[in-house]
């Protein structure tokens, strides 16, 4: 394994591994107490730190609760609004969902909270391949600045920023360096 | 509705790591041109668009208000169904012309009838023209997206594509295979797209057929030839037989009807030559009982149905690809 980065100027961390780990733990919490039927829930991850992220909050409920937490992926790119705006295309993948989605609640899982467009996409995916009970959202980070009105059910850090920033999200399993959250400052002109 | 729920729960494992190739091409003009890294880009953007058809609703709003031209100066229904169904299910609006309402007729020509396409502010062209280069000429004129759905004897980059992802999803892979396209690879753009796709992606290919169908000259291309389809068959992975198309023919290249079925026909008898997991495909429309028995067609090793249902998703993977990106 890499070492984690260093901080720099340009680069403030936010959360280390221990953080991440309690923060999406809470986050499993929060879901078993909201939602009494957990045969329902369904939590559907946004390639490609969403979906870690949502089979880390599966683990941690299936360890305290003794049950197998249903997960899914829900592809955004090919629901964006921006096609054609964007000089590079945003990688398309399936979609793969429990169907049918009749009766169950959905969990948006994201990394990253922001302008909600992504949220958006989702679902509008999700309904076009059924009519689930409920949708909800959870994200590890509300770095907020929305563009729509939607907001997050469940959420690990609440992280006020300026729209020139940039958040960083490290996982293990994705990036081959340890868990963490940074923040990016813009290079100073 | 509890059973449906646990057989069906996903595997995260499979996510496929995020690609680290970028598409920036306005235009498939053809197979020779991309690289194998391109090409397998698209068959994998093909493995998201082909599951879209799985869905209850099969329709996503990628290509949102842009509008699709299918201008078809050659006969053909199946391909521009398809590119036209491919384009509905990305949500674009599509025209259809074909050459008997077009204005070519009344002598304009191909620049100034694309021009006035462009006018109509059309933002993806798919061109089918019996002219090899119509597409490139186009393409290097407009600002919209051309696509080739096949010029003259050149390319038909689409019906390659498909062929190379029925493959890949029959067997699990493209390298290594050897691949036997029988028929009349001279005037066949089929042909000629299938040969640089597939030996980009590292497969062995075979072209047979009557030696003024299948010219020495195909050996440039890095493909092996024969003339004698039943020493062949027993080491395919892959027969593709193309149509004989009758109305391309001439008597000075051509053994006549019959006389093609008993040398170069896949013959229920000549099948049996095959490895039992040889694939049996076909671009379709099948001549029965000229190139191919009719017990053949629909057997169990034919892919020649799902040949169809991917080139829906091949072609929305384009479409997406080609009209997504931002034109400057």
Same mark, same amino acid.
């Given at each position: 394994m890499k070492q984690t980065k260093q901080s720099s100027p340009g680069r403030l961390p936010i959360m280390d591994a221990g953080a991440v780990h309690r923060a999406l733990r809470r986050i499993a919490h929060e879901i078993v107490e909201r939602d009494p039927d957990l045969r329902s829930i369904v939590l559907v991850g946004i390639p490609s730190r969403g979906v870690e992220i949502a089979r880390r909050i599966a683990e941690f409920i299936g360890a305290s609760e003794k049950i197998d937490i249903d997960t899914g992926i829900v592809d955004v790119a090919m629901h964006r609004d921006d096609v054609g705006q964007r000089p590079e295309l945003p990688v398309v993948r399936a979609s793969k969902l !429990?169907? !049918?989605?009749?009766g169950r609640t959905l969990i948006i899982v994201d990394d990253v909270l922001f302008t909600g467009r992504t949220v958006r996409a989702a679902m509008d995916a999700i309904s076009s391949f059924g009519r689930p009970a409920r949708i909800q959202l959870a994200a590890l980070i509300d770095r907020g600045h929305r563009e729509l009105p939607i907001r997050a059910d469940y959420v690990g850090k609440n992280l006020p920023t300026a729209s020139r920033e940039q958040i960083q999200v490290r996982l293990e399993n994705i990036d081959h360096e340890l868990d963490a959250v940074w923040l990016l400052k813009p290079e100073e002109k | 509705m509890s059973a449906a729920r646990t057989s069906t729960t996903t595997s995260l494992a499979e996510v496929p790591s995020a690609a680290a190739m970028r598409w920036n091409r306005k235009d498939l003009l053809g197979l020779r041109e991309l690289s194998a890294d391109e090409i397998n880009f698209i068959l994998e953007t093909t493995d998201a668009f082909k599951q879209?058809?799985?869905?209850?609703?099969?329709?996503?709003?990628?290509?949102?208000?842009k509008t699709l031209v299918n201008f078809f100066i050659e006969p053909s229904t199946r391909t521009r169904t398809s590119f036209e169904l491919a384009a509905f299910r990305l949500s674009a609006d599509v025209i259809n012309i074909s050459v008997s309402t077009s204005s070519l007729t009344k002598g304009e020509t191909l620049k100034d009838t694309a021009r006035n396409l462009e006018a109509l502010h059309a933002d993806i062209l798919v061109l089918r023209h019996s002219s090899a280069g119509a597409p490139q000429f186009l393409a290097q004129r407009l600002k919209a997206s051309v696509i080739n759905a096949g010029d003259g004897a050149h390319e038909h980059p689409t019906q390659a594509l498909l062929d190379l992802y029925t493959i890949r999803e029959k067997r699990g892979k493209i390298p290594g295979l050897h691949v036997v396209i029988v028929g009349?690879?001279?005037?066949?753009r089929v042909a000629r797209s299938n040969i640089f796709g597939l030996t980009k992606l590292g497969a062995r290919v075979t072209l047979v057929g009557p030696s003024t169908l299948v010219p020495r000259e195909f050996e440039k291309l890095g493909v092996a030839i024969s003339h004698n389809i039943d020493n062949v068959l027993p080491s395919a992975d892959v027969v593709n037989l193309l149509r004989i198309q009758h109305e391309r023919q001439r008597k000075e290249y051509f053994p006549g009807i019959g006389e093609y079925t008993q040398l170069f026909g896949l013959t229920k008898e000549r099948a049996k030559l095959l490895k039992p997991d040889c694939l049996i495909m076909h671009p379709g429309p099948i001549n029965r009982g000229v190139e191919i028995d009719s017990e053949v067609a629909d057997g169990l090793q034919s892919v020649i149905l799902d040949q169809v249902t991917n080139g829906l998703a091949v072609r929305m993977a384009v479409l997406y690809l080609c009209g997504g990106i931002a034109t400057p």
């Open positions: !429990p169907l !049918p989605l009749e | 879209v058809g799985t869905r209850e609703i099969k329709k996503v709003p990628a290509l949102r208000g009349d690879i001279l005037f066949s």
